[in-house]
C-alpha cells in the first residue's frame, strides 16, 4: 500500500469547519482514499472513502484533488465528540484487504 | 453498518499463563478477519490474517506460535497469546471485512490485556 503523510495533531473549536489534510503522492490507479478515526481507547471506525470525486456522507465529506496526490477530511461542524485520531489510507479494495495504519491525525476539539 | 464484537473487553492475566480473546461479526460472515495490535499512543500494527478454514497469515516479525489464530467459523476467530509476559500487555484490535461489495472494514471494539 502507498504511504500517506498526515498533521500530527490539529486544533479546532467547537462548532467549526475540521479541515485535516492527508499527503499520498505514490497513489497508484486502482487505489482508493480511506479515512478512519479511533477514538480513545475504542477500535476505529470508519468514516469515508474515495476513489476521485468528491464524496459526502453524514459523517463527513473527502476532497481529493484532480491528481489524487492529496486529499481533505471535512468535518462541517466540530464537536467535542469528534476528538479523535483520525488516519488517513490509501488501498486497492480489489487486491489485499489489510490495512496499513500510520501515525494519523490527533484532532483536539475545544470549547 | 455491520457490527464486530471482541470478548472480552479487559483482561487482566499472570505471566505465563494464556489468553484467549475472541472476535465475532455479528450481522455478517466474514472469511476474512484481522487481528491489530496497538501499544500506548501509538498506531495499529497489524499483526495477522485470519482466514476461515485455513492457517492465518502472520506479518513479519509476529510469532505464530505465540499468538495463536483459529478461524473455525464464518463469524468467528480467536487470537490466544500463549505463555504471556508484561511485554504482551497491549491493546488488541480485530477487524473484519463484509460480503464482496462492499468496502470498509468494520473494527471490534477491542480487548485490554494487561500481564502482571
Known amino acids: 500500500d502507498a504511504k500517506t503523510t498526515q498533521p500530527t495533531s490539529m486544533d479546532c473549536a467547537e462548532g467549526r469547519a475540521a479541515n485535516l489534510p492527508c499527503n499520498h503522492s505514490t497513489i497508484s490507479g486502482n487505489e482508493y482514499v480511506y479515512w478512519y478515526r479511533q477514538i480513545h481507547s475504542q477500535g476505529p471506525q470508519y468514516i469515508i472513502h474515495?476513489?476521485?470525486n468528491n464524496e459526502t456522507n453524514e459523517m463527513a465529506s473527502l476532497i481529493i484533488t484532480e491528481d489524487r496526490k492529496s486529499s481533505t477530511l471535512i468535518l462541517p461542524h466540530a464537536t467535542l465528540r469528534d476528538t479523535a485520531v483520525y488516519y488517513c489510507?490509501?488501498?486497492?479494495?480489489?487486491?489485499?484487504?489489510?490495512?496499513?495504519f500510520g501515525t494519523g491525525t490527533r484532532l483536539q476539539v475545544t470549547l | 453498518g455491520a457490527v464486530v464484537s471482541q470478548h472480552p473487553s479487559r483482561v487482566i492475566c499472570k505471566s505465563g499463563t494464556s489468553v484467549k480473546i475472541e472476535c465475532r461479526s455479528l450481522?455478517?460472515?466474514?472469511?476474512?478477519m484481522f487481528w491489530y495490535r496497538q501499544f500506548p499512543k501509538k498506531s495499529l500494527m497489524l499483526m495477522a490474517t485470519?482466514?476461515?478454514?485455513?492457517?492465518?497469515?502472520?506479518e513479519q516479525g509476529v510469532e505464530k506460535d505465540k499468538f495463536l489464530i483459529n478461524h473455525a467459523s464464518l463469524t468467528l476467530s480467536t487470537l490466544t497469546v500463549t505463555s504471556a509476559h508484561p511485554e504482551d500487555s497491549s491493546f488488541y484490535i480485530c477487524?473484519?471485512?463484509?460480503?464482496?461489495?462492499?468496502?470498509?472494514?468494520?473494527f471490534g471494539p477491542g480487548t485490554r490485556l494487561t500481564v502482571t
Open positions: 489510507i490509501v488501498r486497492d479494495p480489489g487486491t489485499a484487504s489489510k490495512l496499513t
Open positions: 485470519s482466514n476461515e478454514g485455513s492457517k492465518a497469515t502472520y
Open positions: 477487524s473484519a471485512n463484509p460480503p464482496t461489495g462492499t468496502y470498509e472494514q468494520y
Open positions: 474515495g476513489l476521485k
Open positions: 450481522d455478517f460472515q466474514a472469511t476474512t
